[in-house]
Structures are given as structure tokens and as C-alpha cells.
């Protein structure tokens, strides 16, 4: 089979358990670029954290894409914006009833900015140190929020995320989806809007199928993208359903895994 498109999640596959970019692996990337193979980063991050990893692998003079929200955004190399969806705003107020009482942080996005409510647990701070990007604190998410969300993310510890998803699915299930895109971060996103889709809709824009797509992830919002591409790869550090689901499980992030499956299925 001649892939066409390899599909890369950022953090603990793109990047190692550092939050490194390794050589080896971005040596791979642009040697599959250079051979007429596009690369598309796939993230749930910002647009900002998004294309920091689109410039550095060049995906601009190959005619890559990048999406962010977890596909709730997409960007061809030109950095054209071809999708985007956003949450329901009448649902931030009843979805934030619900984390009122909790003792979960809930983080939302503007304009390259975070905003976060003043609860603090032992995550608070993932999704600035995750972003690079500080913190602003408001006193309610929901009175504040004024602008349309592509996604709101919760953070705690898993056990209690687990039971807040519950909640969420058990009353806007129809409306919303809800996924965890790392233990400690529940991200609460359009429904139907995932990375999967996102693929999709790129592959339409470039004219390749999705059976000409290899995509690499370890997480629970990198499963539709896993299960719709031609060959899903799970890195070897990937959650247990996530290598279930896929069709290969290769290397942990911290051993180049990308590049070892590209080796092996490109080269």
C-alpha cells in the first residue's frame, strides 16, 4: 500500500515524555515529506501550540495541515483555516452547573489566551505548562465566557473526571461529546467533533482517501482518528483501548516510534 498522508497527536507521540522533539523523528517526517507523503499534526491544543510543531517539521512547503480542539479547528499550509465548529453556547451555563460544585478546574480558550476559574487541585496548571501559555483567572467560566467556545476542557484528578463524564453524557449526550485527551484533562467538545472527522474533511480537501492515511496516536481523543485512517498506529505508551483499536502498536514516544513505524511502513 502507498500511503499518502501520515496523521501525527502531538503530545506523547509526536513529542516524548520531555515534551521533546526528537531528531530521529523529525528527520522521519521531513524524509516523508520530501518523498511526496503530506503530514498533518493532530492536536487537541490551541492553534498556537498546533502550528509551533506544523513550522518546525515545514509542513508549509510540503502542503501539510494542522488541526486544533481536536479537529474543532483545521489549517492547510497556507495557515487557511478550512473548518471550524464550536460548542453550543447555550450549553456553558448548564455544563458548568454541573463542575460549580466540584472541585475540578475548568479551562477555556480566546484568541491565543487561557482562561481558568480560581479552583485549585493538583492539575490546575497542566494545561498552561501544556500550551505554554499563563493562566488568567476569572471568578465564574460561565458568566464570563461571552464568545463562541470550540471546546471546554476540565481538569482533576481521573477518578473524579470519570464521574463528572458520566454526568456530562448522562444529560447533553445528544448534544455533546465528552473524551479524555489525557488522564487529568475531560474535554467537553461539539458533538460529531473529533479527530477523526477532521481527517476526513482534509482528506476531501486534498483528494486522498482515508485508506491512504497512517495516523499515530495514545490517547482516548486519538481513537476516531486510529479507527478511520488505512493503518492506525498506537504508540507502545498508548492507552490499553487505544492498542486494541489500532492496527499496529509500534514503539513508546521515548524510543521514536513514529520514525521506527515509518521505517517500517513508508520506507
Known sequence: MKYKMIAVDIDDTLLNSKKELSPTTKDALIKVQQNGVKVV?????LPYGAKKYADMLDISSYGGYYMSFNGGAIFNARGECISRTYLDRKLVEPVYSILRPTTAAVVVHKDGKMYADRKVNPYTDR????????????????????????????????????TIRESLLERFGCKLDAYFSAPYFLEVMPKGIN?????????????????????FGDNFNDLPMITS???????????????????????DCDHDGIASAINRFVF
Request: net charge negative; glycine share 10%; aromatic share 4%.
Open 195 to 215: 479527530k477523526g472527522k477532521a481527517l476526513e474533511i482534509i482528506c476531501k480537501d486534498c483528494g486522498t482517501s482515508l485508506g491512504e492515511v497512517i495516523a
Open 127 to 162: 494545561p498552561s505548562r501544556s500550551n505554554g501559555l499563563p493562566l488568567n483567572l476569572v471568578d465564574d467560566i460561565a458568566e464570563f465566557v461571552d464568545w463562541e467556545l470550540n471546546k471546554i476542557v476540565i481538569v482533576d484528578e481521573p477518578r473524579k473526571l470519570k
Open 41 to 45: 499534526i493532530a492536536t487537541g491544543r
Open 229 to 251: 485512517a488505512g493503518l492506525g498506529i498506537a504508540m507502545g505508551n498508548a492507552e490499553p483501548e487505544l492498542k486494541a483499536a489500532a492496527d499496529f502498536v509500534t514503539d
